[in-house]
Structures are given as structure tokens and as C-alpha cells.
């Protein structure tokens, strides 16, 4: 158990509808990353939050918005779904990107837009 | 930009070595890793390298960083079954905070 905890574990949903996924860091990480792992594109870095603040920027859609709370969980929203956004998504924590060489990840999100 | 690239499988024996390969784009990149994801998991990391290094052995793992040739691999002696699973390569970005940019995967199965 990495200590990251996601819910929820599975979602099926309709295309043009919005979810929002959650995700806890392991207690004392301050950073948290999105990342989207589909068959044809694999691992794809979406967005980073550092203690409440947006870090960087990966590959997210405009259609996809995330925020990381003064308890610092996070959420990702997803609208307007399609059925390419059908996805694995994980989730994943560490302490100070800047001196800490290990990220945590969850088990993931899986996602089904049909 | 950055881009890792590894090879999309490799099969082997029970017993054998497995060796995973993997090239980066990125000189700049501090630390490389290498994180295992079985089926219906989330990726655990393995083992990580920092670039000032050339090899870094952790038990059956041995890890070799060429960078001249942005080379990195991964060596897992006595390959079990349970070492089945699907292996990435990453780096971390200079461009994207400090998120990590990963390979699409090595799929490793052991065969008995």
C-alpha cells in the first residue's frame, strides 16, 4: 500500500457528462501529480499541485480541471467527457519534488465513457 | 521536448536474466527511474538512479546509466514469475515542474 488513496476505483459514465476524481496523499505530501494511462499514449503527465498552488502543466485537455485543497487532497474534474477519454487515472504524491526523489502512487481510477 | 522510449516486450525463462532497456532525450535529468506495475495496480517504484552515477545495484535489480548515449537499463537477475509485469522508464522533466515523463512500458513475461 502506497499510502495515496483514490476514489473512486472504477467509473462508467456517458459521453458528454463530467465525474470528478479524488485522490488523498500519503500523509505529510505536500506535492501531487495527474497522470492519464491509456493504451495508445500511455503514461501522460496532466498536472501538478504543490500545497494548494498549480506547479506545472503536462497534457490536459482545456476540458479538464484539477485543484489540490488546504488539506491537500486533490480532484480532478473531467467535462464534456468523450470516449478517448476512457482511461486509467492515477494519481500520485511526494513530499518536496525538489529534494525528494520518490513519487507515490495510487492505484488508479479506471474510467469508461461509453 | 523529453521522450523515453523502451522497447514494448520481452519474454524470458524462469531463472534467466532480464535485461529492460530504455533511452531518454533529456541530458539535463537529475534522476532516472524504474517503476513496476502489475496487472490492476498502480506503478511501484522499483529502484532510481542519480545521474552522476553509472550503475546502482539493489539485490536481483542492477541498474546502468550511459549518459553519452542517454542509455539506461534495468537487469533483474534470476527472473521469477512474479516479476511478470510491466516495466517504465522515467525521467524527471525540467519542463513540467518536477513531474515525471515515463516510457510507454516494457511487458516482461516469465515463462516457467
Known amino acids: 500500500d502506497s499510502g495515496v488513496t483514490q476514489t473512486p476505483k472504477h467509473l462508467i459514465t456517458a459521453t458528454g457528462q463530467r465525474v470528478t476524481l479524488r485522490c488523498s496523499p500519503r500523509s505529510g505530501d505536500l506535492s501531487v501529480y495527474w497522470y492519464q494511462q491509456s493504451l495508445d499514449q500511455g503514461l501522460q503527465f496532466l498536472i501538478q499541485y504543490y500545497n494548494g498552488e498549480e506547479r506545472a502543466k503536462g497534457n490536459i485537455l482545456e476540458r479538464f480541471s484539477a485543484q489540490q485543497f488546504p488539506d491537500l487532497h486533490s480532484e480532478l474534474n473531467l467535462s464534456s467527457l468523450e470516449l478517448g477519454d476512457s482511461a486509467l487515472y492515477f494519481c500520485?504524491?511526494?513530499?518536496?519534488?525538489?529534494?525528494?526523489?520518490?513519487?507515490?502512487f495510487g492505484q488508479g481510477t479506471r474510467l469508461t465513457v461509453v | 521536448g523529453e521522450d523515453v522510449e523502451q522497447s514494448l516486450f520481452l519474454s524470458v525463462r524462469e531463472g534467466d536474466s532480464s535485461v529492460i532497456n530504455c533511452t531518454y532525450t533529456d541530458s539535463s535529468s537529475t534522476y532516472l527511474y524504474w517503476y513496476k506495475q502489475e496487472p490492476g495496480a498502480g506503478l511501484q517504484l522499483l529502484t532510481y538512479i542519480f545521474s552522476n552515477m553509472d550503475m546502482k545495484q539493489d539485490q536481483r535489480l542492477t541498474v546502468l546509466l550511459n549518459k553519452k548515449d542517454k542509455h539506461l537499463s534495468l537487469r533483474i537477475a534470476d527472473t521469477q514469475t512474479g516479476d511478470s509485469a510491466i516495466y517504465f522508464c522515467?525521467?524527471?522533466?525540467?519542463?513540467?515542474?518536477?513531474?515525471?515523463?515515463f516510457g510507454k512500458g516494457t511487458t516482461l513475461s516469465v515463462s516457467s
Open positions: 500520485a504524491s511526494s513530499v518536496d519534488p525538489e529534494v525528494n526523489t520518490e513519487a507515490f
Open positions: 522515467a525521467e524527471k522533466a525540467n519542463q513540467a515542474g518536477t513531474a515525471l515523463i
